[in-house]
């Protein structure tokens, strides 16, 4: 079993930046690559980016290239998302996940979820 926990969602203004940090823990968590994704009010959930524990490997949805990374820290089993340039449609549930690669992209592929942390964005 792998338990996500997520923190550091809030309400920020457009143009604004957020970092969310997603925790691990489980015995077989560092068998999984680690992914963001997010659920906007009324759409369906998305990809948003993914890393693996190495940190050599990200991949970004094209709606966040540019303006959102992700980072892992071994050490403390943590992954993290830095938001900038924040816009009122990255308002979402954002949740932490446990993927099989780097490449996994779609929601049916993901392993564990966790419960969600809300990022609203004002204009």
């Known amino acids: 079993q792998v338990q996500l926990v997520e923190s550091g969602g809030g309400l920020v203004q457009a143009g604004g930046s957020l970092r969310l940090s997603c925790a691990a823990s489980?015995?077989?968590?560092?068998?999984?690559?680690m992914g963001w994704f997010r659920q906007a009010p009324g759409k369906e959930r998305e990809f948003v980016a993914a890393?693996?524990?190495?940190?050599?490997?990200?991949f970004y949805a094209d709606s966040v290239k540019g303006r959102f990374a992700i980072s892992s820290d071994n050490a403390k089993n943590t992954v993290s998302l830095q938001m900038n340039s924040l816009k009122p449609e990255d308002t979402a549930v954002y949740y932490c996940?446990?993927?099989?690669?780097?490449?996994?992209?779609?929601?049916?592929?993901?392993?564990?979820w966790g419960k969600g942390t809300l990022v609203t964005v004002s204009s």
């Open positions: 890393i693996d524990w190495s940190g050599g490997a990200t």
């Open positions: 996940a446990a993927v099989p690669t780097p490449y996994s992209h779609y929601v049916r592929n993901v392993k564990y």
């Open positions: 489980g015995r077989t968590f560092s068998m999984y690559a």
